[in-house]
């Protein structure tokens, strides 16, 4: 037998708080949505480590503000709202950022950065530090927009 695990849905998540807070569902629907945002990029459980945690709900009050007003008139703080959600999805607990993060499967790509070395001819990072040292050293005389485009005509006659 295949075990089906289901997810609940915002709309199913925005009814419960509806039930609890008072008011009607459409009065917390955004912030349920912002929590499971991540499932359009992945519609597994796993989406859940991008904001169900005691860190997603600090970042949910930078979004939604501190409280808001429901449809009955009454100040609910949006942390309680995002308790809420987090404990319905991660059976009663609200796990911290470092308890999703602990449990992914290192890969070769994530630990091996570099920096990409500058080769060539080409102007490498802001133009404007090359066209003020050349200024400045008497090369030119002409504006930005001059002599980046003098530049690229030479880069194409060279090439």
Known sequence: MTRVFEMAHPLHHAESSARKFGGVPS?????????????????????????HHAQGLYEAERVFGLSLTNSAGRDISVRWIGEQHIREDCQGRI???????????????MANG?????????PCGD?????????AAGRTVLGLKDWMAARATQATRSA
């Open 27 to 51: 009065d917390y629907q955004s912030i349920h949505d912002w929590f499971d945002a991540s499932k359009e990029h992945l519609a597994l459980f796993t989406h859940r480590a991008m904001r």
């Open 127 to 135: 133009p404007r530090v090359a066209w003020a040292s050349e200024v």
């Open 114 to 122: 570099h920096i990409d070395r500058h080769v060539g001819s080409e």
């Open 95 to 109: 796990p911290s950022m470092a308890d999703w993060l602990r449990r992914i499967q290192p890969e070769p790509w």
